[in-house]
């Protein structure tokens, strides 16, 4: 997708896109570079375009899975050329993780990946959202949070430990929390 193509379905859905921009190779790279190294099942929620989508495809495994849940119908149609059996795409929102994830038949995963723009939810949501997620992962199971705020470190930390990164060659520069279930962050 072009950048012009990205501004306008953003613009057309302001509260539901959480970036103003695509986010930058570098700025993917280094979010992909937290995954924990034997990856093999992933959730990503909000995965807009798809850059990072394809870049998890690209870390995963032969026989690796990913459950990908868009809520915005543009950015849907588009990731559906995206041509991999590994990937289960789903038009829904992501506070609805584990009702996709029990119908598509997937157990618990190796790591989470979310850009949906949490500062539209409320405290409420994103603190289930966290909860959902911390029952979805595997017992050493990460949550990889890139947002342009710090603001899910605190939700986060309730149920995680969390290592905070930054981004700064992206447009904003992106916060990415690596949210890990056990202490070896």
């Known amino acids: 997708m072009g950048l012009i193509d990205f501004l306008r379905v953003a613009a057309k859905d302001p509260l ?99 850009g949906i723009p949490f500062s539209m939810l409320s405290a409420a949501e994103r603190e289930s959202v966290v909860n959902a997620t911390h029952e979805l992962l595997s017992e050493n199971g990460v949550f990889l949070v890139y947002q342009v705020s710090p603001l899910m470190r605190k939700p986060l930390k309730a149920r995680f430990a969390v290592r905070t990164y930054f981004a700064p060659f992206n447009v904003p520069p992106y916060f990415i929390m690596r949210a890990a279930k056990d202490a070896g962050l």
């Open 16 to 114: 539901g896109v959480g970036a103003v921009m695509p986010s930058s190779g570098l700025a993917v790279r280094r979010i992909v570079r937290c995954l924990p190294d034997q990856v093999r099942t992933v959730i990503e929620y909000g995965p807009g375009d798809g850059v990072i989508t394809r870049q998890l495809l690209d870390r995963l495994p032969p026989d690796g899975r990913l459950l990908a849940i868009e809520a915005n119908h543009d950015f849907y149609r588009r990731l559906l050329a995206i041509d991999d059996p590994r990937l289960t795409l789903v038009l829904g929102d992501a506070r609805e993780a584990r009702a996709y994830a029990d119908r598509e038949g997937f157990g618990p995963f190796d790591a989470a990946v979310s």
